[in-house]
Each structure stands twice: as structure tokens, then as C-alpha cells.
């Protein structure tokens, strides 16, 4: 094993998971893992609930790119559908590969962001400077909370659509369920009565 996987793996390990890592590759298929490393370091950008753990290709590839879409980017990172085809398949090192870009992204805003970062360090900032009265127009500290305000309703408006959005899916993925149900009873029944039927005339006999 080279040092940069080594060093990658031992990152990894720093992350409390919901589950064991038995086989690297296979374990973080589903993007599951991925979304929980990320929300470790950067909380704010990942709403765990909204992925879950799939077993089948499409839904792993789902979780992938919504990962993708509105994790990745907000990270400023964009992986191409192939990397992400090969990570959802549990081809050798495709997961590596991106959570390789993923460590360094996120090492390098832990180092620029530092404690306190954010949205904290623009309220402190503005906490210091009304103290220190230095704000002199008066105005200052509206256009700033308007500002904020904007944001976060952007921010619960993009929630509640990402929110919809996987409610679908899931909703999807029952009424796929129910259908391979109801096409499970109908075969057994079906072999039921096949059975039924073979087997009366012997007993008769």
C-alpha cells in the first residue's frame, strides 16, 4: 500500500461512522459514507436523512450524485458521471480516487476557515465593531442582517426542494417495493395452485 493511501485510509478512520468498513470499495458504493465524512467536517452542507443505504445500482448512483450536485459543488468540486458510475459499481479504488479530492478540499478549508468560521465569524465581527462604535451610519448592521436573512431563506429554500426531491425517490422506491411484492405473491400463488393441481390426481390415485 502506498503512503497516499495509507495517509487516506488513516483520515478516514478519524470519522465516527454509522457503520464498520469491511470492504473499503463495497462499503462506501452507496455514497452513504462519503455524506457522513463530509457532515464530520462541514456540517452545515449535508442533511444526513436525506441519504440512505441502497443496494441497488441506480439508487447508489442516485445518492452519488446528489452528492454531486449539491455537496460537491458547494465544495467547488465536480466529478465526472463516469467516476461516479465506477464508485456507485464498487469498481477498485474509484472511491479513492474521490475521496482523495475530498480530503484535500476539506483539510484545506479546516486550515483556511480555522475555529469559528462562517457565519459565526461575520456575527462576532459585527458584534466588534458596534462595541467598539466605529459604525457610524447607522444603517450598516440593517443591510447586514438583510443580508443574512436572504441567505438563509435561499438556504431553507434550496433544503426544502433537496427535501421533496428525496421524498420522491423514496416514494418511488416503495411503490417499486410493493410492485416486486405483489409480483412475489402472485408467482407463489400461481405455483401454489400449479402444485395443487399436480398433486390432486396422484392422491386420488
Do not use: C
Not at 445518492?63 to 459543488?73: A, C, E, I, S
Not at 468540486?77 to 458510475?85: P, R, S
Not at 480530503?103 to 465581527?125: C, F, I, N, R, Y
Amino acid at each position: 500500500m502506498d503512503d497516499g493511501l495509507e495517509s487516506l485510509y488513516a483520515w478516514v478512520d478519524t470519522v465516527p461512522l454509522s457503520r464498520p468498513k469491511r470492504t473499503f470499495t463495497r462499503d462506501f458504493a452507496d455514497g452513504v459514507l462519503v455524506a457522513e465524512i463530509v457532515h464530520h467536517f462541514q456540517p452545515r452542507l449535508v442533511q444526513l436523512h436525506n441519504y440512505s443505504s441502497a443496494n441497488g445500482l441506480v439508487y447508489k448512483q442516485y445518492n452519488w450524485q446528489t452528492l454531486n450536485q449539491k455537496v460537491f459543488r458547494a465544495l467547488g468540486l465536480h466529478f465526472t458521471a463516469e467516476q461516479l458510475q465506477d464508485a456507485a459499481a464498487a469498481k477498485p479504488g474509484a472511491a479513492e480516487a474521490i475521496l482523495a479530492v475530498l480530503k484535500t478540499k476539506l483539510e484545506s478549508l479546516q486550515m483556511t476557515e480555522g475555529p469559528g468560521s462562517g457565519s459565526a465569524t461575520s456575527t462576532k465581527h459585527v458584534g466588534r465593531t458596534t462595541s467598539s462604535g466605529s459604525v457610524g451610519a447607522g444603517d450598516t448592521i440593517p443591510a447586514v442582517h438583510a443580508a443574512s436573512a436572504v441567505d438563509t431563506q435561499a438556504e431553507l429554500i434550496a433544503h426544502f426542494q433537496q427535501t421533496i426531491e428525496l421524498l420522491n425517490v423514496k416514494v418511488s422506491k416503495l411503490e417499486q417495493l410493493l410492485q416486486l411484492k405483489d409480483a412475489k405473491i402472485h408467482g407463489l400463488t400461481e405455483r401454489l395452485r400449479l402444485l395443487e393441481y399436480s398433486g390432486g390426481p396422484q392422491a386420488d390415485s
